[in-house]
């Protein structure tokens, strides 16, 4: 039986049937639960607001790519306008969260960076003296990551003294273009660490994915299918494994008994009609955002702030990793429109703590090709930079040739991530006004880049730019913190052992609510300085595990 | 002025001919602009708006007072003009760009950096992760 019919039967809501776990949100960490779940013979319903994907609808092989992907595949949900996304008031954030809703989640324009978190990243409060440990560590976490990256598919080179010795990833690394060799020569020039790209882009053809061509466009959605996104690594099989799958499902409350324990979920259908699953379990993977969201609306006459929040700690220590870029050209071509795009090379160098220069933490920089030549003119979105600079003239006319004969085809990005420390004024709550198409309430972002991360940025573009000179730079541009760069959202509903200041105990159940399950990246008590997807699916992995291995004790409704 | 002469009025002052380069009205036409659009109808009102020019005024002085009076229009016609002018099949070639094209490549070949000995190099400076056992 094809995909396309088992997602069909799935999508059939049945009335008043039971199941034994719901999921809300078919992203990277709901699809690992429904795959892992459903072979164990459990029987899974999975509700997701967003839809299937369409690959005819990526445009990156098109000429027209430049000017829609900037509103059809732009990051930020309110600048895409699409009914299946919720919006959100960004209106007291310094950063914009990144997201997106459908089959494969906000993985569909993720740059498929893969990286696992650091041994240090779960102790930092015996190492650095800040946050909280993580209740488990990074040894523990290991073998879910290596399962996880071969569910994925993922392209790397073992070795990397930055880590400590781990197997071989699934498929070699993607071969390093010239951007990434002009990045790794900077770094070599300063004596620094740099290592080529792990990516969860196989670079051989991996059972629904197919090998990348370099395109160039995976921010952007991959029109060749190779970038590794559920909907294409997990859910044919978790089809066939029995999972069911609703599309446009948007869940808009969590439902308990007197006993406070959750019977299921309520959802509005793809014909605006509310509907009822009912289940003996209920899983959250709906991201940092969605999920305490969903949370803070659940919140019945016995929980007036909200479910599982008794510790009133639903929706805080927002982290998203302030981020910054630099732009470097040069003058000998590096064809900086070729992807993998994904990162060429990434460099742990600064990543651990030296209180010299500071602040606590650290960062992790990716190499990445510098894309099209609108992109790289700095004019579009003009306003944007107009203001800063006082006159548009600077991107236009002359200036526009001169600037494009420079960067386009010559030029490279260092993306620096800086580990974002919690802070519980950082927070989601539910905006006053502002609604989905639904008529649910949107989340507001509350978030100030902290004093922590300023220093922090600030001494990483300083020595980045001597990278990239040390290389010949011509030219150099810098852009922090980038506002819309909030693709990492964590924090929200953190673990912990103790239920007056924790959400979920470390396997993801809710301390107030038992049947109750988080598993995305909100239960993270810090956020390291990685692309957290990688460590948000082994999380997720080891805690589908526990519950099937935990299935006859789980107390139900 | 009509809706053609008024936005490629704009665009020339915003993309001139300038070295090898052409101006914006030398190789695209107001049917290229057209298609831009109906990729982006969410740009049309600004769009209409911003070309909805009073003929006395030049191009130069109708973008200064749109960049600080309306937003949405300066960036619905830089948007059209820039998108348009880089999608033109001249304009790629004459910038050496072929699209965001396919290169198929062998995922077996051995990479440069580990046989010039970069790589090595990066070995041979040692760990640089904290380990944590006992913690
Ligand atoms: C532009 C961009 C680039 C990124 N690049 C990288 C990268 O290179 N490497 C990396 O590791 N990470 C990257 N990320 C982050 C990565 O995408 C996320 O970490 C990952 O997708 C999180 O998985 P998740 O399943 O927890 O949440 P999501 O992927 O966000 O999935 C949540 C799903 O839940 C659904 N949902 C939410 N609320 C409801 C509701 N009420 N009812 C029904 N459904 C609901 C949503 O529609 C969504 O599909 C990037 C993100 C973005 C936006
Ligand atoms: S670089 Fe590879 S993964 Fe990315 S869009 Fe192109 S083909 Fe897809």
Not at chain 1, 524 to 539: E, L, Q, R, Y
Request: glycine content about 10%; aromatic content about 8%.
């Amino acid at each position: 039986m094809t995909v396309e019919v088992l997602a069909e039967r799935g999508a059939r809501a049945r009335r008043d049937e039971e199941v034994d776990v719901v999921i809300v949100g078919a992203g990277p960490s709901g699809s690992v639960a429904a795959l892992h779940l459903a072979r164990a013979g459990i029987s899974v319903v999975v509700l997701e607001q967003g839809e299937w994907p369409d690959y005819a609808d990526y445009t990156g092989a098109r000429p027209e790519h430049e000017l829609v992907s900037t509103k059809l595949w732009h990051p930020n949900p309110n600048v895409r306008d699409n009914p299946n996304d919720y919006p959100v008031d960004t209106s007291t954030t310094d950063i914009n969260p990144l997201m997106f809703a459908g089959v494969g989640g906000s993985a569909t324009l993720y740059g498929a960076q893969w990286m696992h978190f650091l041994p240090s990243d779960f102790r930092v409060r015996s190492m650095d003296g800040v946050a909280e440990d993580w209740p488990f560590t990074y040894e523990d976490l290991l073998p879910y990551q290596l399962e996880i990256e071969r569910e994925v598919g993922v392209s790397g080179l073992a070795g990397d003294p930055a880590y400590p010795p781990r197997g071989a990833y699934p498929f070699p690394a993607l071969p390093m273009g010239s951007v990434g060799q002009r990045g790794a020569l900077g770094m070599e020039k300063m004596g620094w660490h740099w290592w080529p790209g792990s990516n969860a882009i196989p670079s051989e053809k991996f059972g629904e994915l197919n090998p990348c061509v370099r395109r160039g466009t995976c921010l952007t959605g991959c029109p060749e299918g190779a970038k590794s996104t559920t909907d294409r690594s997990h859910w044919p099989l978790a089809l066939k494994a029995g999972a069911r799958l609703v599309t446009r499902a948007r869940v808009k409350e969590i439902e308990t008994n007197e006993q406070g324990l959750a019977t299921g979920v309520i959802y509005v259908d793809a014909n605006g009609r509310d509907r009822r699953q009912r289940a003996k379990v209920v899983i959250l993977c709906a991201n940092g955002v969605g999920t305490p969201r969903l949370l803070l609306m659940s919140g019945g006459p016995r929980t007036p702030d909200g479910l599982a929040n008794s510790s009133g700690m639903v929706g805080k220590r927002l982290m998203m990793h302030p981020f910054a870029s630099v732009l470097a050209s040069y003058q000998d071509p590096l064809d900086s429109w070729r992807g993998p795009f994904g990162q060429q090379v990434y460099s742990l160098e600064f990543y651990e703590t030296d209180e010299s220069r500071g602040f606590v933490r650290g960062s992790k920089w990716n190499c990445m090709p510098s894309g099209g030549p609108v992109g790289v003119s700095g004019a579009t979105g003009s306003k944007v930079y107009v203001a800063e600079s006082g006159r548009f003239q600077d991107f236009w006319g002359a200036n526009l040739h001169e600037n494009v004969a420079r960067r386009f085809g010559h030029s490279l990005i260092w993306g620096i991530v800086g580990e974002d420390l919690p802070e519980e004024s950082n927070q989601v709550v539910l905006s006053k006004d502002l609604v989905d198409s639904d008529g649910l309430p949107a989340p507001q972002i509350v978030y100030k880049v902290n004093e922590n991360s300023n220093r922090l940025l600030k001494f990483n573009i300083d020595r980045c730019l001597e990278s990239v000179r040390a290389a010949g730079a011509i030219e150099t541009l810098v852009s922090t913190p980038v506002r819309e760069s909030g693709w990492h959202l964590i924090g929200t509903t953190v673990m912990g052992d103790d239920p007056k200041r924790s959400v979920v105990d470390q396997w993801g159940a809710c301390h107030d609510v038992p049947n109750l399950y988080v598993m995305d990246a909100s239960t993270f008590p810090t956020s390291g300085a990685t692309n957290p997807t990688a460590t948000i699916m082994a999380v997720a992995l080891r805690n589908t595990r526990r519950m099937i291995a935990e299935r006859r004790n789980q107390k139900v409704a | 002025m009509s809706n053609e002469n008024a936005f490629l009025a704009l665009a020339d002052f915003l993309i001139p001919a300038h070295g090898k380069m052409p101006k914006f009205s030398d190789v695209c036409g107001y049917a290229d602009v057209e298609k831009s659009l109906d990729f982006r109808i969410d740009l049309k009102p600004g769009f209409a708006r911003g070309i909805a020019v009073d003929p006395a005024t030049g191009a130069e002085a109708r973008l200064e007072s749109l960049n600080k009076e309306d937003g949405e229009a300066f960036s619905a016609i830089t948007t059209i003009a820039i998108a348009t002018y880089y999608m033109s099949p001249r304009v790629r070639e004459l910038i050496g760009y072929p699209g965001q094209e396919n290169v198929p490549y062998d995922s077996k070949a051995t990479q440069i950096y580990l046989t010039n000995g970069s790589l090595g190099q990066v070995v041979a400076r040692g760990r640089k992760y904290r380990p944590t056992p006992g913690l």
